[in-house]
């Protein structure tokens, strides 16, 4: 009896010492510690567990960021363990590895209150055996393969404060969570999990569905989630509209709505929570303007709103209208049928012009072979044949060359026809006017890079056109841009019209459809030293009488002319051949203010436009003379100044001003004649600067001086 009462006093005492020593102390039972590395052996010895030997005290391990053991009354209540096996690396665990033998050896640590396995390479579907771990409270297992839809049961962990399943390859709809009353963070982002966006509890704080396949609308059960701080849903299918009380929800901290298909306007009445700071609305639908609390007045907030269809003036980067509101169309790419033997007769007349002109081109190309073949010293002159050809069909212009713009026509033979494109074309042609098509802003509109079916690259300009203008009226306007087409201009293919009744502001978007050129633009030649050096004097002079003719079609090949064309080295483009093309030219189009440019709007009258041409091509010269480009008008200006000096103090004078990668490679009467015009077209008084014909001829006489030095055997000797 004595015995007994004593010995139950010794238990007692002894398993009073026992609970007195800290929890975390307490050695691990010998059946946890077997399964702790039956987990390591099923994880394949990860790097972070491989110094566990039978005598590690697996509840005292050094603290470390990857891996941590927390035990409570000799249970596992913690584990955590981070591989170097992520998802973006590819590396999975072998082909042995079996997930679900895994989740039978850790739901026997039952007490487990948190569990990480992240970045492990784990492979298979998650075992439905997962909700034996009755009191986890945390399970992260991002960055695995993990595949499959999330099994059903997960929503019996009811303890659970944080899911973390993101970066696996969880497919199918995710299991109604609405029962997890305590979750506060769910991350199951990066998966392809959907469509249906998920039933989930109004206690959570932070919810992530990025990069994933929901498609369906914001639920307006959101309103309640009071407690909500962080909603990311970016990068999904999301559609329809941003119900407006998101942005006012009563802790919404962080609200990414980003790459979704979210569309229609925000109410201007829309009103933000103080707490949101930061706001990503980009790559959707949305048109209209930006609600004030979303404007640039909200300074602690930052707002990113790119790739819409909004109009706020100052944010350049969306889309055009039309993008946003393909379902809103309401007259579909208008068709010209009408307007066909106009189009004809143009294209039969150009052909038959540019056969006769082709037949003496050829005529001109055998002379020009024979005459090369009886001379070798000029094997030097690398310029196109094309380019001489061009030179050397019209050797002197016809004095009334106004009258004569149809032998320009022939230029552009090459062309396939001109046509009307759908807006499904455009659409396809820029993969939906994919930012990574996305070119620029040119002077009138947005630029895009496209491709047709026949796998012919484009350019897509997007015009948008003054509000009402009758379809009769476009026609008109559509006639000159099938004109636009010239051995010397980017030309146009063809376009597309659409046009929008519900739009209050804009009338009608044109596609325009261009060439696309693919060899740099003469400042891409004049800045890289490398290519710089392929541009000896007559390939300059090439480029510029290129240039001329160029602008001498807009002036003259096109009734009524075309003036202010915006000139800059990065508007003139070289083909393969080295052949000069003018971009970016003024479409002459009633455009929307606001898209044009402050070129365009400058032009008070044609003459004007006429003269600034000529002072353009005459910078252009003054660049292509000294190889350095001036940016600012006092730099211009001072180049003027030295050319002028230097060309009055004799030719070692100039040779100095001169660009030195083309010494040696020009004869100095034809640089000396281009000089002296040069200066003449950046004559400040406008009425002084010589007309386009002159402007060539002038170009046609220095480059015959130059041939008449090559062929004489100077530039070989120069090299
Ligand atoms: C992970 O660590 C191991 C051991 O240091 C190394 O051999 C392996 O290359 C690492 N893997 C990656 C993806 O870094
Ligand atoms: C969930 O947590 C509560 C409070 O911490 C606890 O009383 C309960 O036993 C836990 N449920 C399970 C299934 O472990
Ligand atoms: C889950 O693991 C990842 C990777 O270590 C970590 O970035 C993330 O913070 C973890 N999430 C939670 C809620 O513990
Ligand atoms: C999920 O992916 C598996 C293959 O990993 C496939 O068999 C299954 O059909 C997919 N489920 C859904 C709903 O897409
Ligand atoms: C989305 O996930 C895919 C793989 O499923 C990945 O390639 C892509 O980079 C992810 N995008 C983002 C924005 O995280
Ligand atoms: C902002 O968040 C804090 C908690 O982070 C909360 O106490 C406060 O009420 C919130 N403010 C508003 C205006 O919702
Ligand atoms: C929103 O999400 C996208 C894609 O997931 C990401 O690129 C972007 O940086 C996020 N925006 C903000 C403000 O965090
Ligand atoms: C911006 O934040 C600072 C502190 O972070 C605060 O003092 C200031 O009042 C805020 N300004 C606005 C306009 O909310």
Redesign the pocket.
Known sequence: MESFSSRVGFCLLLSAIFMAVPASIAQLTPSETMLLFQVKKLLEYPQVVQGWTRWTNLCYLPPSPSLKVVCSNGRVTELFIVGNKSSSAGQTLSEKFSIDSLFTVLTKMSNLKALSLVSLGLWGPLSPKIDRLHSLQALNLSSNFISGEIPNNIASLKNLTTLVLSDNLFNGSVPDLTGLKLLQDLNLG?N?LGPQFPSLSQSLVSITL??NSFRSEIPSGLKKFNHLQKLDIS?NKMVGPIPSFLFSLASIQYLNLSQNQLRGALPSSTSCSKNLTFLDISNNLLIGKLPSCMGSSSRNRTVVSSWNCLSDGKSNRQHPYSFCNKLALAVKPVQRKEQEPGINFGLILGIIVGVVVMAGAIVLLILFIVKRSRRSEDADDDRSIADKMSVRSSPKPAVDSRRVPQTMRSAAIGLPRYRVFSLEEIEDATNNFDPSNFMGEGSQGQLYKGWLVDGSVVVVKCLKLKQKHAPQNLMQHMEVLSKLRHRHLVSVLGHCIVTYQDHPNIASTVFVVFEHISNGSLRDYLTDWRKKEILKWPQRMAITIGAARGVQFLHTGISPGIYGNDLKIDNILLDETLTAKISDYNIPLPLKTGSESPISNRLSSDENGEKEDIYQLGILLLQVITGKLATFTSELDELKHQLEKSLAEGPSKLRNVIDPSIRGTFAYDSMQTTVQFAINCLSKDSTKRPSIEDVLWNLQYSIQVQEGWTSSGNLATHL
Do not use: I, T, V
Request: aromatic content about 0%; charged content about 20%.
């Open positions: 990066g392809h990025r990069n990068s």
